[in-house]
């Protein structure tokens, strides 16, 4: 692969990871279902479902949380596309991974067995492995929708209104501010260098641009997070998620947290 092929790839991927992030930031402001709920009921409920499909031990319950998911998703104007690019076909791939050996290791019942008798399929493998894949594979997804669907500092916010330590909050708040800086800083030293270059570098050339970049790159991430953070701190920043907007619970919100609480407990108690 040539230098110029391996910079144009790296500028689209920086480009692309960038285009996701606004396309999350609109899609949290349309007039959707779990756009209008309060950001503590979103969190509280979805985090609920999670644990329910963690708990239960009943494949068809936790199929039912996933079709109770792809209901919210419509309501909310999620396109399917962005949760199969986004979140099932890549849980499938790393999952699928650690759930194909229990296929074939898994003792019990014969379901299939190869020529010979070298390799065997079991129920219970089988069981086990579905079991694996559908409970990511949901409580995936219920975290995609609270992320897609809620703006990230009301996110934050509502940690805090639940307790959840400052310190918890601020790594947070930092650490996806940083993520899209770091991509943004990346994506402006690529094209800057590919802009610059003519002619193609042989291979231990490419290595060595490569490793004196991403050395730039630390370095000036560690030298602006530092006056960042020096600048916040100046501000009076201390940890806390201050916003000009108000969370206030109405009537719709108490009915949509009694609703996910009464799947949850449902769910928990048929899947016991």
Same mark, same amino acid.
């Given at each position: ?12 991927? *920086? ?23 309060? =950001? ?6 979805? !985090? ?34 962005? /949760? *199969? ?8 791939? *790393? ?19 190869? =020529? ?20 990511? %594979? ?39 501010? @940083?993520? @899209? ?16 270059? &003519? ?9 060595? &641009?490569? $490793? ?5 790159? !630390?370095?000036? $991430?560690?030298? /602006? ?18 916003? /000009?907007?108000?969370?206030?619970? %109405? $009537?719709?919100? @108490? ?8 799947? $949850? ?8």
């Amino acid at each position: 692969m040539s230098q110029h092929k391996f910079l144009s790839g790296t500028i689209g991927g *920086f480009t692309h990871a960038l285009q996701h992030a606004l396309e999350s930031e609109e899609l949290a402001r349309v007039d959707g279902w779990l756009q209008r709920l309060d =950001p503590r009921v979103k969190l509280v409920g979805l !985090l609920a479902l999670v644990v329910a499909t963690a708990a239960s031990r009943k494949l068809s319950v936790v199929l039912l949380i996933f079709a109770v998911a792809l209901v919210m998703a419509m309501a909310s104007h999620v396109q399917w596309k962005t /949760l *199969f690019t986004r979140v099932w076909l890549p849980v499938l791939g *790393f999952t699928g991974v650690i759930a194909v050996p229990a296929i074939f290791l898994t003792p019990g019942e014969v379901f299939w067995r190869s =020529p010979f008798g070298v390799v065997h399929v079991t129920h219970a493998g089988l069981r086990a492995a579905a079991m694996l894949v559908s409970r990511v %594979e949901t409580a995936a997804t219920m975290s995609t929708l609270l992320i897609l669907c809620t703006p990230w500092t009301h996110v934050l916010k509502a940690l805090r209104s639940l307790h959840v330590p400052v310190e918890i909050v601020a790594i947070l708040m930092m650490t996806h501010r @940083y993520v @899209y800086l770091l991509i943004e800083t990346a994506n402006e030293m690529f094209v800057a260098r590919q802009s610059r270059m &003519v002619g193609r570098l042989d291979a231990a050339t490419q290595r060595r &641009v490569a $490793t004196r970049t991403g050395g730039v790159l !630390l370095s000036k $991430t560690v030298q /602006l997070g530092e006056e960042v953070h020096l600048a916040m701190q100046a501000r009076g920043f201390r940890g806390d998620v201050r916003l /000009l907007d108000q969370f206030r619970m %109405e $009537t719709r919100d @108490y009915a949509a947290l009694m609703l996910l609480l009464g799947i $949850t407990a449902a769910a928990l108690y048929v899947g016991h």
